[in-house]
Protein backbone atom coordinates (compact mmCIF):
# COMPACT_ATOMS: atom_id res chain seq x y z
CA UNK A 1 0.00 0.00 0.00
CA UNK A 2 2.70 2.25 1.01
CA UNK A 3 5.14 1.81 -2.55
CA UNK A 4 1.49 2.41 -4.32
CA UNK A 5 0.92 5.87 -2.78
CA UNK A 6 4.51 6.83 -3.28
CA UNK A 7 4.08 6.04 -6.96
CA UNK A 8 1.19 8.17 -6.60
CA UNK A 9 2.99 10.74 -5.21
CA UNK A 10 1.67 10.45 -2.12
CA UNK A 11 4.84 10.18 0.07
CA UNK A 12 3.65 11.88 3.32
CA UNK A 13 0.33 9.65 3.33
CA UNK A 14 2.38 6.61 2.89
CA UNK A 15 4.64 7.48 5.75
CA UNK A 16 1.83 7.75 8.26
CA UNK A 17 0.50 4.38 6.62
CA UNK A 18 3.32 2.43 7.53
CA UNK A 19 4.13 4.20 11.20
CA UNK A 20 -0.20 3.32 11.78
CA UNK A 21 0.03 -0.38 10.95
CA UNK A 22 3.63 -1.31 11.33
CA UNK A 23 3.06 -3.16 14.60
CA UNK A 24 0.98 -5.40 12.78
CA UNK A 25 3.90 -6.44 10.29
CA UNK A 26 6.14 -9.46 11.47
CA UNK A 27 9.31 -8.98 12.69
CA UNK A 28 11.14 -10.03 9.58
CA UNK A 29 8.74 -7.26 7.96
CA UNK A 30 10.34 -4.28 9.95
CA UNK A 31 13.42 -3.99 8.24
CA UNK A 32 11.75 -3.62 4.69
CA UNK A 33 9.65 -1.23 6.33
CA UNK A 34 12.42 0.81 7.62
CA UNK A 35 14.13 1.11 4.29
CA UNK A 36 11.01 2.33 2.46
CA UNK A 37 10.20 4.78 5.26
CA UNK A 38 14.07 6.14 4.51
CA UNK A 39 12.93 6.45 0.79
CA UNK A 40 9.75 8.31 1.89
CA UNK A 41 11.67 10.39 4.35
CA UNK A 42 13.85 11.26 1.19
CA UNK A 43 11.10 11.83 -1.19
CA UNK A 44 9.09 14.37 1.48
CA UNK A 45 12.45 16.78 2.62
CA UNK A 46 12.02 15.00 6.01
CA UNK A 47 16.03 14.98 6.60
CA UNK A 48 16.14 15.04 9.89
CA UNK A 49 14.07 11.77 10.11
CA UNK A 50 15.99 10.25 8.07
CA UNK A 51 19.38 10.98 9.74
CA UNK A 52 17.77 9.41 12.75
CA UNK A 53 16.29 6.44 11.12
CA UNK A 54 19.48 5.64 9.49
CA UNK A 55 21.49 5.96 12.58
CA UNK A 56 19.05 3.67 14.28
CA UNK A 57 19.87 0.98 11.47
CA UNK A 58 23.91 1.94 12.11
CA UNK A 59 23.26 1.15 16.16
CA UNK A 60 21.14 -2.13 15.57
CA UNK A 61 24.16 -3.44 13.68
CA UNK A 62 26.48 -2.57 16.52
CA UNK A 63 24.94 -4.64 19.10
CA UNK A 64 24.44 -7.33 16.64
CA UNK A 65 20.41 -6.87 16.30
CA UNK A 66 20.77 -6.76 12.12
CA UNK A 67 19.92 -9.26 10.37
CA UNK A 68 18.18 -11.24 12.82
CA UNK A 69 21.49 -11.89 14.29
CA UNK A 70 22.97 -13.16 10.97
CA UNK A 71 26.15 -12.32 9.25
CA UNK A 72 24.73 -11.83 5.90
CA UNK A 73 20.69 -11.96 4.58
CA UNK A 74 19.67 -11.89 1.32
CA UNK A 75 18.19 -9.36 -0.97
CA UNK A 76 17.03 -8.72 -4.31
CA UNK A 77 17.68 -6.01 -7.00
CA UNK A 78 15.79 -6.25 -10.42
CA UNK A 79 13.97 -10.02 -9.68
CA UNK A 80 17.68 -11.01 -9.08
CA UNK A 81 18.37 -12.45 -5.48
CA UNK A 82 21.96 -11.44 -3.94
CA UNK A 83 23.76 -11.95 -0.68
CA UNK A 84 24.78 -9.16 1.44
CA UNK A 85 27.13 -8.71 4.05
CA UNK A 86 27.00 -6.56 7.82
CA UNK A 87 30.14 -4.69 6.07
CA UNK A 88 28.66 -4.16 3.07
CA UNK A 89 25.08 -3.35 4.61
CA UNK A 90 27.12 -0.63 6.49
CA UNK A 91 28.30 0.87 3.71
CA UNK A 92 25.50 1.06 2.36
CA UNK A 93 23.52 2.99 4.94
CA UNK A 94 26.93 5.35 5.35
CA UNK A 95 26.78 6.10 1.44
CA UNK A 96 25.90 5.19 -1.72
CA UNK A 97 27.76 2.79 -3.43
CA UNK A 98 29.55 2.55 -6.82
CA UNK A 99 27.29 0.90 -8.75
CA UNK A 100 24.23 2.05 -6.66
CA UNK A 101 22.04 4.71 -7.20
CA UNK A 102 22.09 7.65 -4.26
CA UNK A 103 18.33 7.12 -4.69
CA UNK A 104 18.35 3.58 -2.97
CA UNK A 105 16.94 4.53 -0.09
CA UNK A 106 19.34 7.66 0.79
CA UNK A 107 22.14 7.18 3.02
CA UNK A 108 23.77 9.26 5.48
CA UNK A 109 26.65 11.30 3.77
CA UNK A 110 23.98 12.32 0.98
CA UNK A 111 21.55 13.33 4.42
CA UNK A 112 24.02 15.15 5.99
CA UNK A 113 25.22 17.07 2.61
CA UNK A 114 21.71 18.21 2.12
CA UNK A 115 21.93 20.12 5.94
CA UNK A 116 25.04 21.51 4.63
CA UNK A 117 26.62 19.67 7.36
CA UNK A 118 29.72 18.92 5.55
CA UNK A 119 31.58 18.15 8.60
CA UNK A 120 29.11 15.37 10.00
CA UNK A 121 29.31 14.36 5.99
CA UNK A 122 33.20 14.04 6.02
CA UNK A 123 33.28 11.37 8.79
CA UNK A 124 31.16 9.18 7.90
CA UNK A 125 32.67 9.43 3.91
CA UNK A 126 35.81 8.55 5.97
CA UNK A 127 34.41 5.92 7.29
CA UNK A 128 33.08 4.11 4.34
CA UNK A 129 36.12 4.81 2.74
CA UNK A 130 37.61 2.19 4.86
CA UNK A 131 35.00 -0.10 4.81
CA UNK A 132 34.75 -0.42 0.43
CA UNK A 133 36.85 2.53 -0.84
CA UNK A 134 36.06 3.46 -4.41
CA UNK A 135 35.85 6.68 -6.41
CA UNK A 136 32.43 7.44 -5.90
CA UNK A 137 33.04 7.81 -2.44
CA UNK A 138 36.68 9.49 -3.12
CA UNK A 139 34.92 12.05 -5.30
CA UNK A 140 32.00 13.40 -2.64
CA UNK A 141 34.94 13.13 0.23
CA UNK A 142 36.93 15.43 -1.96
CA UNK A 143 33.50 17.73 -1.84
CA UNK A 144 33.08 17.83 1.83
CA UNK A 145 37.01 18.48 2.49
CA UNK A 146 36.64 21.78 -0.11
CA UNK A 147 33.35 22.62 1.77
CA UNK A 148 35.10 22.70 4.81
CA UNK A 149 38.54 25.29 3.58
CA UNK A 150 40.55 21.40 3.29
CA UNK A 151 41.86 22.21 -0.13
CA UNK A 152 45.01 20.40 0.33
CA UNK A 153 43.85 17.29 1.23
CA UNK A 154 40.32 17.41 -1.21
CA UNK A 155 43.37 17.83 -3.97
CA UNK A 156 45.43 14.60 -3.24
CA UNK A 157 42.19 12.74 -2.65
CA UNK A 158 40.93 14.18 -6.19
CA UNK A 159 44.29 13.71 -7.25
CA UNK A 160 43.98 9.60 -6.56
CA UNK A 161 40.95 9.31 -8.81
CA UNK A 162 42.64 10.26 -11.65
CA UNK A 163 45.73 8.15 -10.91
CA UNK A 164 43.23 5.49 -11.12
CA UNK A 165 43.58 4.33 -7.60
CA UNK A 166 40.21 3.06 -6.40
CA UNK A 167 37.47 1.12 -7.97
CA UNK A 168 35.61 3.03 -10.41
CA UNK A 169 38.63 5.56 -11.46
CA UNK A 170 38.30 4.56 -15.42
CA UNK A 171 34.85 5.69 -15.34
CA UNK A 172 34.38 8.95 -17.69
CA UNK A 173 31.88 10.60 -15.09
CA UNK A 174 33.74 9.76 -12.75
CA UNK A 175 36.93 11.21 -13.79
CA UNK A 176 34.95 14.19 -15.42
CA UNK A 177 33.40 15.24 -11.73
CA UNK A 178 37.03 14.65 -10.00
CA UNK A 179 38.20 17.03 -12.54
CA UNK A 180 35.95 19.47 -11.94
CA UNK A 181 36.09 19.27 -8.42
CA UNK A 182 39.75 19.95 -8.89
CA UNK A 183 39.23 23.08 -10.74
CA UNK A 184 37.07 24.43 -7.76
CA UNK A 185 39.92 24.22 -6.24
CA UNK A 186 42.34 26.12 -8.23
CA UNK A 187 39.40 29.16 -8.05
CA UNK A 188 39.46 29.57 -4.66
CA UNK A 189 41.82 32.36 -3.22
CA UNK A 190 45.18 31.95 -1.95
CA UNK A 191 45.33 30.59 1.50
CA UNK A 192 47.25 33.59 3.77
CA UNK A 193 49.25 31.62 6.86
CA UNK A 194 48.93 33.17 10.39
CA UNK A 195 52.26 34.73 10.12
CA UNK A 196 52.11 36.60 6.95
CA UNK A 197 48.74 38.00 8.41
CA UNK A 198 50.52 38.88 11.84
CA UNK A 199 53.32 40.58 9.74
CA UNK A 200 50.97 42.95 7.79
CA UNK A 201 49.11 43.99 10.95
CA UNK A 202 52.34 44.77 12.08
CA UNK A 203 53.07 46.79 9.40
CA UNK A 204 50.32 48.36 9.25
CA UNK A 205 50.60 49.60 13.20
CA UNK A 206 54.11 50.88 12.00
CA UNK A 207 52.57 52.98 9.59
CA UNK A 208 49.98 54.64 11.90
CA UNK A 209 52.16 55.09 14.85
CA UNK A 210 54.70 56.87 12.37
CA UNK A 211 51.61 59.01 11.14
CA UNK A 212 51.32 59.39 14.86
CA UNK A 213 54.74 60.63 16.30
CA UNK A 214 56.73 60.32 13.16
CA UNK A 215 59.39 61.83 15.03
CA UNK A 216 59.13 59.82 18.05
CA UNK A 217 62.31 56.84 18.32
CA UNK A 218 60.15 53.32 17.76
CA UNK A 219 62.31 52.07 20.67
CA UNK A 220 61.12 51.11 23.99
CA UNK A 221 61.47 53.43 26.63
CA UNK A 222 63.79 51.49 29.01
CA UNK A 223 65.99 51.57 25.84
CA UNK A 224 66.10 55.28 25.98
CA UNK A 225 66.98 55.70 29.02
CA UNK A 226 69.90 52.64 28.58
CA UNK A 227 71.36 54.72 26.18
CA UNK A 228 70.85 58.06 27.81
CA UNK A 229 72.79 56.65 30.60
CA UNK A 230 75.70 55.26 28.68
CA UNK A 231 76.10 58.54 27.08
CA UNK A 232 76.61 59.84 30.66
CA UNK A 233 79.24 57.71 31.17
CA UNK A 234 80.76 58.25 28.41
CA UNK A 235 81.09 61.55 29.02
Not at 176 to 186: H, P
Not at 200 to 229: C, G, H, Q, Y
Request: hydrophobic letters at 40%; proline letters at 3%.
Amino acid sequence: MAVVMKQQDRAEEAVEAIKSFRHLCSKQAQESLDNLLIDLYKKCGRVDEQIELLKQKLQMIHHGEAFNGKTTKTARSHGKKFQVSIQQETSRILVAGLWESTLCHGNLGWAYMQKNNYDAAEVVYRKAQTIEPDANKACNLGLCLIKNGQFDEARAVLEEVLHRRFLGSDESKIISRAEELLREIELQPPAVSPLEIGEEIMERLDLVMNDWAPFKSKRLPIFEEISTWRDQITC
